[in-house]
């Protein structure tokens, strides 16, 4: 079976949780006997050779925005004069590289991540004849934290999965947010979650890079720490205002915010505006070790988006040794049945799950073995055969 999938980004060039989720995947769509040529809108070395990696444009990965606004929709506007032509002209670059791939290319399935190839992949399946399959790892209604997000945005991912052949949604509740808002029918959409492979996780060198932090720690301090984009989409305003609860409660404690986004200062005056800056540390973007090790450091990660269609982030925290408290509104709650869980505007419900947590000797170290086990029954080589099922089941059909 030969893939031809299309893509945004992929470690170690890569801002966020959907590169690794296709890295991951494709590792173990690769253990399964499916050749993969990766299509990215960026030249660069990955070192990588379990698939083929291609340049759709001939651009050095410095010219190329991987940051994390790269995601934010509402880049991609439209004004008066029509669409923001500079945000979309790379879009049909892409578009034009992957046409140029599919002329010369033998392939079986088509397979796309998100609504930043979906332009891309609806030409390569006119062009080519194959069979398509989108894996939507978030929707613009999802990014707008459950609001009317970019129309331009929602036009493509609509007309994405209406073209596609199939669909993979990475959770339940992504597939309820798609048939509901896109009014896609159900019996076109497959969930298959997302999951993290342990051995892509080593640690590049001991010790703890966080050492101001650990400084607190051997003082008598809680770690609490989120990790992600400073966006509507994250909850975080209702986290610090559940920081304020917790530090009036529990004085040692220190909240860790990891990231960036269009809502970073806002978040900042915020946390100044509530009386808690000493309190709380904004660690900006990190990847790899510092990102790991802020794991590590952590009494309790949360995740209290407002309406997250997985997330990875809680998984990697387990794993690190961190036990977690997510919303209910998001994927990763589905196969997390031990995590504590809260609706992401109960405030005072979350402000008591994790004083609870920081204030026992042992409910920590209790809900991490039970969500480690929830985490040995979830895997990537799991998944991989059910989207081989897909892509068979789809070749067949055509």
């Known amino acids: 079976m030969k893939v031809l999938m299309l893509g945004w980004e992929i470690p170690p060039h890569n801002s966020g949780g959907l590169g690794v989720a296709c890295y991951q995947l494709c590792q173990s769509l690769s253990a399964n006997n499916v050749d993969i040529e990766f299509i990215?809108?960026?030249?660069?070395?990955?070192?990588?050779?379990?698939?083929?990696?291609?340049?759709?444009?001939?651009?050095?990965?410095?010219?190329?925005?991987?940051s994390q606004q790269a995601y934010d929709s509402s880049r991609y506007s439209?004004?008066?004069?029509?669409?923001?032509?500079?945000?979309?002209?790379?879009?049909?670059?892409?578009?034009?590289?992957?046409?140029?791939?599919?002329?010369?290319?033998?392939?079986?399935?088509?397979?796309?991540?998100?609504?930043?190839?979906?332009?891309?992949?609806?030409?390569?399946?006119?062009?080519?004849?194959?069979?398509?399959?989108?894996?939507?790892?978030?929707?613009?209604?999802?990014?707008?934290?459950?609001?009317?997000?970019?129309?331009?945005?929602?036009?493509?991912?609509?007309?994405?999965?209406?073209?596609?052949?199939?669909?993979?949604?990475?959770?339940?509740?992504?597939?309820?947010?798609?048939?509901?808002?896109?009014?896609?029918?159900?019996?076109?959409?497959?969930?298959?979650?997302?999951?993290?492979?342990?051995?892509?996780?080593?640690?590049?060198?001991?010790?703890?890079?966080?050492?101001?932090?650990?400084?607190?720690k051997e003082n008598g301090y809680s770690v609490v720490t989120n990790a992600g984009r400073h966006t509507i989409q994250k909850g975080l305003h209702n986290f610090l205002l559940a920081a304020k609860e917790v530090i009036f409660r529990a004085p040692k404690t220190i909240f860790l915010l990891v990231g960036a986004g269009d809502q970073y200062y806002e978040l900042i005056e915020h946390a100044a505006g509530l009386g808690i800056s000493k309190n709380v540390i904004f660690a900006d973007f990190q990847r790899g070790k510092r990102l790991h090790d802020a794991f590590e450091i952590s009494d309790l990660f949360v995740m209290p988006s407002v309406s997250e269609p997985f997330g990875l982030v809680p998984l990697e925290a387990i794993h690190f040794g961190t036990p977690t408290l997510v919303t209910k509104q998001s994927g990763v709650a589905e196969i997390l049945h031990n995590a504590l869980k809260?609706?992401?505007?109960?405030?005072?419900?979350?402000?008591?799950?994790?004083?609870?947590?920081?204030?026992?000797?042992?409910?920590?170290?209790?809900?991490?073995?039970?969500?480690?086990?929830?985490?040995?029954?979830?895997?990537?080589?799991?998944?991989?055969?059910?989207?081989?099922?897909?892509?068979?089941?789809?070749?067949?059909?055509?």
Not at 40 to 66: C, G, Q, S, W
């Open 40 to 66: 990215l809108p960026y030249e660069a070395n990955h070192n990588i050779d379990f698939m083929k990696l291609t340049a759709a444009v001939a651009r050095p990965i410095n010219e190329v925005d991987l």
């Open 78 to 216: 439209v004004t008066r004069e029509g669409l923001n032509s500079q945000s979309f002209d790379y879009f049909d670059e892409y578009t034009m590289g992957v046409q140029s791939v599919v002329s010369s290319t033998e392939f079986d399935i088509i397979h796309a991540h998100d609504w930043l190839t979906f332009r891309a992949a609806i030409a390569a399946k006119q062009q080519s004849g194959k069979p398509l399959i989108v894996h939507v790892h978030a929707t613009e209604f999802d990014r707008s934290g459950g609001n009317h997000g970019n129309s331009v945005v929602e036009e493509i991912e609509y007309f994405g999965m209406m073209i596609a052949d199939r669909i993979i949604a990475v959770s339940q509740l992504t597939k309820e947010v798609i048939m509901k808002h896109y009014n896609i029918p159900a019996d076109k959409i497959d969930v298959i979650h997302n999951s993290i492979d342990p051995e892509y996780y080593q640690s590049v060198s001991p010790g703890n890079d966080y050492h101001y932090i650990q400084k607190l």
């Open 342 to 398: 809260v609706d992401y505007w109960d405030v005072g419900n979350m402000a008591n799950q994790i004083t609870a947590v920081i204030q026992s000797n042992n409910l920590g170290s209790t809900l991490l073995s039970a969500q480690q086990e929830d985490m040995r029954r979830s895997s990537w080589s799991s998944a991989a055969k059910n989207i081989v099922g897909i892509y068979e089941s789809s070749v067949r059909s055509v």
